[in-house]
């Protein structure tokens, strides 16, 4: 049972991927959702503008659900546009379930997504839900487990944990300056060191990396499935970043009529933190690690 005075809203944002949309649409529809806010980005280039039309016309043409549509007239990029989503749908709502359009989710995905939002809605150390999995061999008898690490593969989160979001270029270069807490912000795994420093450059642009940012200020916790509640699609190098590579993904593996297990405290796992670490790793450190030896024995031997 569901407290009706707790808003949890449904969030899809999109651009110009027709056939990835309409299928999360579809797993959407099968998850009997009542209402959903779309965000369809304007048009960055021409030779987007097929795949762009034909989005539009399928959202325009949804009629299984109360539909919001914000159709952007100029291009956003993904970043601006999640943050500006997210962020003016949480002013009437007190929790939201976000999707890209390369996320299907399961039957199960609503329902995961709700029981996790109601059963954690006063936990303010809890800050993020991921309904995506990573591929783990230390499991328990649990459907769950905490880690600080935010996942955006179908996520959600809370009006007063939202608010806390922080975009400070100054603070993320203080601590990208500072050993000790760039160590403490790569503890859940190396290579969001290198995000951060990438996002400070320019390199990058990414909401996730800020938010990352803002639930280790506040040292918060984030909620992760063992078994995954998304379908990722987007391996096919058709997104925003060109993404061909599937090593993270996990295929959804749970009987449906199963309620969820929750945890009885907030430990992080010391073994799940050790295999997150070896799938977060900075893949260059090796050869980082070559360059400042040959560096040293120059400095040494002067050659």
């Known amino acids: 049972m569901y407290e009706k005075d707790f808003k949890i809203a449904v969030i899809l944002f ?8 309409e299928r999360v649409l579809e797993g ?14 304007g048009l960055k280039k021409e030779e987007h503008y097929e795949g762009f039309k034909k989005v539009r016309t399928i959202i325009n043409d949804i009629d299984w659900c109360k539909c919001t549509l914000h159709l952007h007239e100029n291009n956003l990029g993904l970043a601006k546009s999640v943050i500006f989503g997210v962020t003016k749908v949480l002013e009437e709502n007190d929790a939201v379930i976000v999707l890209e359009d390369d996320c299907v989710p399961t039957q199960k995905f609503y329902y995961y997504m709700r029981e996790c939002l109601t059963k954690y809605k006063d936990e303010k150390k809890v800050m993020h839900v ?9 499991k328990n008898d649990e459907d769950i487990y905490f880690y600080p690490y935010p996942g955006s593969w179908g996520w959600g989160t809370w009006k007063d944990r939202w608010v806390k979001f922080e975009d400070n270029t100054e603070e993320y270069r203080k601590l990208l300056n500072n050993r000790q807490a760039r160590k403490n912000f790569g503890k859940p795994g190396s290579i969001f060191v290198e995000f951060l420093d990438k996002q400070l450059k320019g390199e990058v642009d990414s909401w996730l990396i800020r938010w990352y940012y803002t639930i280790y200020k506040n040292q918060g916790l984030c909620i992760w499935p063992f078994n995954s509640y998304i379908e990722n699609i987007g391996f096919d190098g058709s997104g925003v970043h060109k993404v061909k590579s599937n090593k993270f993904e996990v ?7 199963e309620q969820i297990i929750f945890p009885t405290n907030y430990k992080v796992d010391r073994k799940i933190i050790s295999e997150f670490r070896m799938l977060f790793h900075d893949s260059s450190f090796p050869e980082k690690l070559k360059s400042k030896i040959k560096k040293l024995k120059r400095k040494v031997y002067g050659s």
């Open 14 to 21: 999109v651009y110009n991927r027709p056939e990835h949309t």
């Open 28 to 41: 959407l529809r099968k998850n009997n959702i009542d209402k959903l806010y779309i965000f369809s980005d």
């Open 130 to 138: 991921t309904g995506g999995a990573i591929p783990l061999s230390n």
């Open 251 to 257: 295929k959804p593996n749970y009987k449906s009529n």
